[in-house]
């Protein structure tokens, strides 16, 4: 059973910076594209962004490009999610998500393994 947990969450004034970790139990024995999402109050949960297996292929949904930049470090069994430029609509628990294929999606349905969250909070 692969295990996923999330770290790096807190408080942050708008503008500031965090950066999410989400360590697996398995990345170099699996293949697993690795998906981040959020959920805040009153909202679905929604895709964040997402990298392929060897981490060569990156998606972010519209409002996070240039400000977040996901990256994996396989050896270590941890994808990253550094996050700029924060803004109070950003606020939410992150989640990250892993399916046991190549290439990831932004669908929740696509992710058969999940974390049990970090809480972000931008507020000034």
């Known amino acids: 059973q692969l295990q996923l947990v999330e770290s790096g969450g807190g408080l942050v004034q708008p503008g500031g910076s965090l950066r999410l970790s989400c360590e697996a139990s398995t990345f170099t024995v699996d293949n697993y594209a690795v998906g981040w999402f959020r959920q805040a109050p009153g909202k679905e949960r929604e895709g964040v962004s997402c990298i392929s297996h060897r981490g060569g292929s990156t998606n972010y949904a519209d409002s996070m490009k240039g400000r977040f930049t996901i990256s994996r470090d396989n050896a270590k069994n941890t994808v990253y999610l550094p996050m700029n430029s924060l803004k109070p609509e950003d606020s939410g628990v992150y989640y990250c998500?892993?399916?046991?294929?190549?290439?990831?999606?932004?669908?929740?349905?696509?992710?058969?393994?999940w974390g049990q969250g970090t809480q972000v909070t931008v507020s000034s």
């Open positions: 998500a892993a399916t046991n294929s190549d290439y990831g999606t932004l669908l929740l349905g696509t992710y058969f393994y």
